[in-house]
């Protein structure tokens, strides 16, 4: 299980991605965050400094934390990097264990691909 700061970085994050939170907007703050999370400011605070250091929101002097203009473009590229390397890297070794070759699996992912594509829109 991730720790409870990584959890709530990645909850900001999804927030961001699906636009609850807008660029430029203010963030909750460490003490609401903690409340919402049941957990001590301090872990809060540091699920939120994982975004500052990556730039995804950034901090207005006394007024609090923000998001950036490009936090999501930063997210998916991060996610992109991260954990789709890790997902990919693991449905090769199993569709290798499976004996199932390279143009059947591009296959079954293009397919699914699309039929999630179409069910979003």
């Not at 901090?59 to 890790?86: E, N, P, Q, W």
Request: aromatic share 6%; no cysteine; proline share 2%.
């Amino acid at each position: 299980m991730k720790p409870i700061y990584v959890q709530i970085s990645e909850w900001l994050e999804n927030e961001i991605l699906n636009e609850s939170i807008s660029a430029d907007e203010k963030i909750y703050s460490q003490y609401q965050l903690a409340e919402m999370f049941n957990v001590n400011p301090a872990t809060a605070g540091k699920g939120i400094n994982l975004l500052a250091d990556d730039n995804v929101l950034y901090k207005k002097r006394g007024l609090g934390m923000f998001v950036a203009a490009d936090a999501r473009k930063i997210i998916l590229g991060k996610r992109k990097s991260s954990k789709l390397h890790s997902l990919v890297t693991e449905l090769a070794q199993e569709a290798i264990q499976l004996q199932v070759e390279e143009e059947e699996l591009v296959t079954m992912i293009r397919d699914m691909h699309q039929r999630i594509k179409e069910e979003q829109s």
